[in-house]
């Protein structure tokens, strides 16, 4: 089974900045794309980004883009989500999952996600 673990989370000012990471268990990410979701306490889960095997194209919902960038270096068998500019409303719990291609089923088992909040 498909398994990928979230890291970076923690709290930070309104303005401020993070970066999360996705790293794969016991299987190449570069043969996946990977999608970044998050859920708020009270509402569902939604996707906020995602990134191509090749790196080369990227999606980003509208209420982060400008703000949120997704990138991978698959040497590392690792996806980022650097998260800029950030407000309140990105604190949610921040998980990714691997797909084929953006936008198909997800493969992988959701993990425990990293926490992400944004209060002064």
């Known amino acids: 089974q498909l398994q990928l673990v979230e890291s970076g989370g923690g709290l930070v000012q309104p303005g401020g900045s993070l970066r999360l990471s996705c790293a794969a268990s016991?299987?190449?990410?570069?043969?996946?794309?990977v999608a970044w979701f998050r859920q708020a306490p009270g509402k569902e889960r939604e996707g906020v980004s995602c990134?191509?095997?090749?790196?080369?194209?990227?999606y980003y919902s509208d209420s982060v883009k400008g703000r949120f960038t997704v990138s991978r270096d698959n040497a590392k068998n690792t996806v980022y989500l650097q998260m800029n500019s950030l407000k309140p409303e990105d604190t949610a719990v921040y998980y990714c999952?691997?797909?084929?291609?953006?936008?198909?089923?997800?493969?992988?088992?959701w993990g425990q996600g990293t926490q992400v909040t944004v209060s002064s």
């Open positions: 016991g299987f190449s990410l570069d043969s996946y794309a």
């Open positions: 990134i191509f095997k090749s790196g080369g194209s990227t």
């Open positions: 999952a691997a797909r084929l291609v953006c936008f198909s089923p997800i493969l992988s088992s």
